[in-house]
């Protein structure tokens, strides 16, 4: 126990050095965490912890080295400087209050009046120092300068402290509610360090004639335990920055699911335009066109029934092809609301949309390792996949389907291999020939918009291969 009293007896300054270095680090960590567009409530009170790491940094380091000056600097200065540091160290304790305060209001509105409550406590504390002045016994500056301290700590940082680490344990209602859960244990770290601190900082005061300071205070704690009091507040501190600086990661994760909001929007937008211009360009001009041989029909009848029979037979097999084609777009805009899916899944929910495994034998292997991939990447994927699959329905005549999805470090592959009665002869999507089917022709211009690579291979009765290569940076596939 004498050990290790002495060894902090002698390295005491090291000590209070390390304690106010770790309050600093923190407040700049804060300062430089970018969360303008946050919508959380300690967003908006963070600052003000900043500012309390920060002062009361530069007040400890104060207290190292201010008593360095007193050998090089007159007895005038060395006081100012003590008075500069007291007024310091009152402000950070002052701006604990503040953000306690600040993230309580912000968190229960009908608090708001409690924003009054740090100016008045600053001016609790200035009177308190006034009349330690005029009505205390004084030996010299040395007391007016400690008591100053004791009642800054009385009066800011045991309640600052107490207040603000209940309001940062009141934020996992709201850290729950944006779907951020894993962030408790942080927030549990970072209220109970924090009123700890307030127990050690503003309770154990240095050692005086005021308040609690005779019966409590840092000289009796050291010799009961042999552990300055700067050594559990450095304790407590070091939980706080570490649990803050983690929860600060919750604004890179929020400002990341925002970005993907807007990908998702995006690409909703952009893919109800296309069906949009579709359903102009498709739907409404075939159902203008049949409104005309219909009235082409009407004049038959008299005239020409069994004519006008058979236009209305062609008529009834076009309103199926349409209502159809209707169903597709429906299929397709549902597909555009998935937005929280994985690959895999979409994949799945496309072949029970299809009912592919009353038709074949579906085979899929997901050797996907790669980055997360965009919203619009995967909707174009799967509506790729969905026009390979449908020309296996329609045309191969085949009884087994594999869908292989792996990638390497520049692009990702999907394969669509089946065994149906292929083609006369290989098919090159690039070269444009006579006789590519319209689904093709969708896959070539969807690939093409993700600056990708797609190629068929078929022989006749051995099936056919569809390559599609998509690069993941972004880049053209070479």
Known sequence: MQTIYDFFYFNKTIVIFSYAFIFFLMGIGILLKNRQHSRFSLAKSLHLLALFG?????????HVFIPIQQVYS????????RVIRIIVNALSFMFIVQFGVSLWTNTKERWYKLKYLPAIMFVLW????????????LKNNLDWIRISDIWSRYLMAFPGSILSG??????????????????FRALEFAGISMIVYGFSAGLVVPPGSVG???????????????????VIRGFTGLILSVSVLAILQVFDKEYINRIQEIEKDKARFEERNRLAQDLHDDIIQSLYASNLELEVVKHLIDKNPKTASEKLSLLLKKRNKIINQIREYIGELKRVNQVNLSLQKRMENLL???DIYERLNVKIEDHYEGKQLSLTTMYHLILILKEAISNVVKHAEAQNLTIKV???DKCLLLVVLDDGIGFSKNLDIDNNQTGLRQGLQNMKERVKMLNGLIQIKSRKDEGTKIMVR???NGGLYD
């Open 166 to 183: 209940y309001a940062i344990l009141l934020q996992k209602k709201e850290f729950n509610k944006f779907g951020f859960p894993k962030f």
């Open 54 to 62: 920060i002062l009361h940094a530069l007040a400890d380091w104060g």
């Open 352 to 354: 029970d949309e299809l």
């Open 74 to 81: 007159s007895e005038q200065t060395y006081l100012i400087l």
């Open 212 to 230: 609690l300071s005779r019966v409590i205070n840092s000289d009796l704690f050291f010799q009961i335990t042999g552990l300055p009091i700067e």
């Open 126 to 137: 200035l009177f308190f120092i006034i009349a330690s002045i005029l009505y205390f016994d």
């Open 470 to 472: 998509i690069p993941l």
């Open 406 to 408: 792996s990638n390497n």
